[in-house]
């Protein structure tokens, strides 16, 4: 029996060459005609207005925060799931879902909470809340 | 014994060296076929499906069922001029798609891809296999967010902004409702939950049902299967790229080889979805009469198909509504189905 990862860094080494050699095929059949206005940003053909980085209003971070959360759970979960019927035969039911029960129990009151303080929503603009009368 | 194994132990060497050399050849042979697969149903395929969803007829010219559309395009894509717009950030946006196909490739490494002709074609088949599969399959949320910041294009940045978005209202939803089969499984390991399968569930007028996980917990087969809609970025979850809204959203400002590559990763990526959904609710690669690997291929095609489906029938949620459903509907429903696996799989 051989070490999975290695078959896996190989896959990987494969998986990273196959893409950069139909970059390299394509980059000796392509032709290349610089034109004026040819590499202008598409903005459904009109001349682009203004800086595309600027300082954005991302209407989710509250959600993001969460996601940390609530991920870092899910790892936690897995190797809950993996001995989960053997601690049933050998210990009872009760002691091996119960903690996990109080686990995620604790996470849905979490979950309530920020759900009831409006943090799992859609943050609208200003600009949105007045012209559509909330978001 | 797995595919790699198969092909090192052919190798007059043995030890790490043949090992990788056996895994080399594996993926390059796993992944050609992918390729290929990609070519019939992404260029040829997706069409016809499309076009017999809306009463149209859609290629038929280049060859038999116009099948050499395939050649065809693969060529005009490929020696298409690649126009860098003014202003981009360049080892991202290069990196971008280059990230999101190797990711998708990635995952294909543990699938396993079923038996033909007595060989078994799973490359690798490690303990942690259903973990390692769930992390490579968002690892492309990265090359998303590079691609679409990187463009210095108003529509990529607001479909990369999306994509986040939808991640993180699915991305958790999707991994709960995975982990509830390995309460029944007992193991993370593929090749075992695809094992644990086998086992008849209920005998109908002698036909034997297997227990497939999709038989067993439908509920969990029918959330898993719409968090990863979502996942793959398909209608009506299709928010990150949303035709009529951003144009082409994250992917606006890719052309030539580069476009290609988006293309190809976002069909593997639904492939590579199909064959998590194959493996750990349909029974993998198990199936009457014909070889496991035509079983898996045909059940990672007819997931596709349903993509495909819902991609014409279903209109799009707004990125609002999208945050929503995955909040406060999909993420509770999904520890619900964990909790009652759990008391069933105790109680039994």
């Given at each position: 029996?051989?070490?999975?990862?290695?078959?896996?860094?190989?896959?990987?080494?494969?998986?990273?060459?196959?893409?950069?050699?139909?970059?390299?095929?394509?980059?000796?059949?392509?032709p290349?005609?610089?034109?004026?206005?040819?590499?202008?940003?598409?903005?459904?053909?009109?001349?682009?207005?203004?800086?595309?980085?600027?300082?954005?209003?991302?209407?989710?971070?509250?959600?993001?925060?969460?996601?940390?959360?609530?991920?870092?759970?899910?790892?936690?979960?897995?190797?809950?799931?993996?001995?989960?019927?053997?601690?049933?035969?050998?210990?009872g039911?009760?002691?091996?879902?119960?903690?996990?029960?109080?686990?995620?129990?604790?996470?849905?009151?979490?979950?309530?909470?920020?759900?009831?303080?409006?943090?799992?929503?859609?943050?609208?603009?200003?600009?949105a809340?007045?012209?559509?009368?909330?978001? | 014994?797995?595919?790699?194994?198969?092909?090192?132990?052919?190798?007059?060497?043995?030890?790490?060296?043949?090992?990788?050399?056996?895994?080399?050849?594996?993926?390059?042979?796993?992944?050609?076929?992918?390729?290929?697969?990609?070519?019939?149903?992404?260029?040829?395929?997706?069409?016809?499906?499309?076009?017999?969803?809306?009463?149209?007829?859609?290629?038929?010219?280049?060859?038999?069922?116009?099948?050499?559309?395939?050649?065809?395009?693969?060529?005009?894509?490929?020696?298409?001029?690649?126009?860098?717009?003014?202003?981009?950030?360049?080892?991202a946006?290069?990196?971008?798609?280059?990230?999101?196909?190797?990711?998708?490739?990635?995952?294909?490494?543990?699938?396993?891809?079923?038996?033909?002709f007595?060989?078994?074609?799973?490359?690798?088949?490690?303990?942690?296999?259903?973990?390692?599969?769930?992390?490579?399959?968002?690892?492309?949320?990265?090359?998303?967010?590079?691609?679409?910041?990187?463009?210095?294009?108003?529509?990529?940045?607001?479909?990369?902004?999306?994509?986040?978005?939808?991640?993180?209202?699915?991305?958790?939803?999707?991994?709960?409702?995975?982990?509830?089969?390995?309460?029944?499984?007992?193991?993370?390991?593929?090749?075992e939950?695809?094992?644990?399968?086998?086992?008849?569930?209920?005998?109908?007028?002698?036909?034997?049902?297997?227990?497939?996980?999709?038989?067993?917990?439908?509920?969990?087969?029918i959330?898993?299967?719409?968090?990863?809609?979502?996942?793959?970025?398909?209608?009506?979850?299709?928010?990150?790229?949303?035709?009529?809204?951003?144009?082409?959203?994250?992917?606006?400002?890719?052309?030539?080889?580069?476009?290609?590559?988006?293309?190809?990763?976002?069909?593997?990526?639904?492939?590579?979805?199909?064959?998590?959904?194959?493996?750990?609710?349909?029974?993998g690669?198990?199936?009457p009469?014909?070889?496991?690997?035509?079983?898996?291929?045909?059940?990672?095609?007819?997931?596709?198909?349903?993509?495909?489906?819902?991609?014409?029938?279903?209109?799009?949620?707004?990125?609002?509504?999208?945050?929503?459903?995955?909040?406060?509907?999909?993420l509770?429903?999904?520890?619900?189905?964990?909790?009652?696996?759990?008391?069933?799989?105790?109680?039994?």
């Amino acid at each position: 029996m051989s070490n999975p990862w290695i078959a896996i860094g190989a896959l990987a080494v494969v998986a990273i060459v196959i893409p950069v050699s139909m970059i390299v095929v394509s980059s000796l059949i392509r032709p290349s005609v610089p034109e004026q206005g040819k590499t202008a940003v598409y903005e459904s053909g009109e001349i682009p207005t203004g800086d595309t980085r600027i300082r954005f209003n991302i209407q989710y971070y509250m959600i993001a925060l969460l996601f940390v959360i609530f991920d870092i759970e899910t790892v936690l979960i897995f190797p809950w799931t993996v001995i989960y019927s053997d601690a049933v035969s050998q210990f009872g039911m009760g002691s091996a879902l119960l903690p996990m029960l109080i686990f995620i129990g604790v996470l849905g009151i979490g979950l309530v909470w920020a759900w009831r303080n409006g943090a799992v929503r859609w943050i609208g603009s200003d600009r949105a809340r007045e012209t559509t009368g909330g978001a | 014994m797995t595919f790699t194994e198969t092909i090192s132990s052919l190798l007059p060497i043995s030890g790490p060296i043949a090992d990788f050399i056996g895994g080399a050849v594996a993926s390059l042979l796993i992944i050609s076929f992918l390729m290929s697969l990609v070519a019939v149903s992404g260029i040829w395929g997706k069409r016809k499906i499309t076009a017999a969803f809306t009463d149209r007829i859609a290629v038929n010219r280049h060859g038999p069922f116009g099948l050499l559309i395939i050649v065809a395009d693969a060529v005009r894509l490929l020696s298409k001029e690649l126009i860098v717009p003014d202003g981009v950030d360049r080892p991202a946006w290069d990196l971008g798609p280059l990230v999101m196909t190797s990711s998708a490739l990635l995952g294909f490494a543990v699938i396993p891809m079923g038996d033909l002709f007595g060989l078994n074609l799973q490359i690798a088949d490690p303990q942690a296999g259903l973990a390692y599969v769930f992390a490579t399959a968002s690892i492309a949320s990265v090359g998303l967010v590079m691609a679409g910041y990187s463009s210095n294009n108003k529509y990529s940045m607001l479909g990369g902004l999306r994509a986040v978005a939808q991640n993180l209202a699915y991305e958790i939803p999707l991994v709960v409702t995975g982990v509830s089969v390995v309460l029944f499984a007992g193991s993370l390991q593929l090749s075992e939950i695809v094992a644990a399968q086998g086992e008849t569930l209920v005998s109908l007028g002698g036909v034997a049902i297997p227990s497939w996980y999709a038989f067993v917990n439908p509920f969990a087969f029918i959330l898993f299967m719409i968090a990863n809609l979502a996942e793959v970025g398909r209608n009506p979850f299709d928010v990150p790229e949303a035709p009529t809204e951003i144009v082409a959203g994250w992917q606006t400002e890719y052309s030539s080889v580069y476009f290609v590559l988006c293309y190809l990763s976002e069909f593997i990526h639904i492939f590579l979805g199909g064959a998590i959904i194959a493996t750990i609710f349909l029974g993998g690669p198990a199936g009457p009469f014909l070889p496991g690997f035509v079983w898996m291929v045909i059940k990672i095609l007819g997931v596709y198909l349903f993509t495909q489906w819902c991609r014409s029938a279903i209109p799009r949620v707004r990125i609002d509504q999208l945050i929503e459903i995955g909040w406060k509907g999909l993420l509770e429903l999904s520890f619900a189905n964990l909790v009652l696996t759990a008391v069933i799989v105790g109680l039994l």
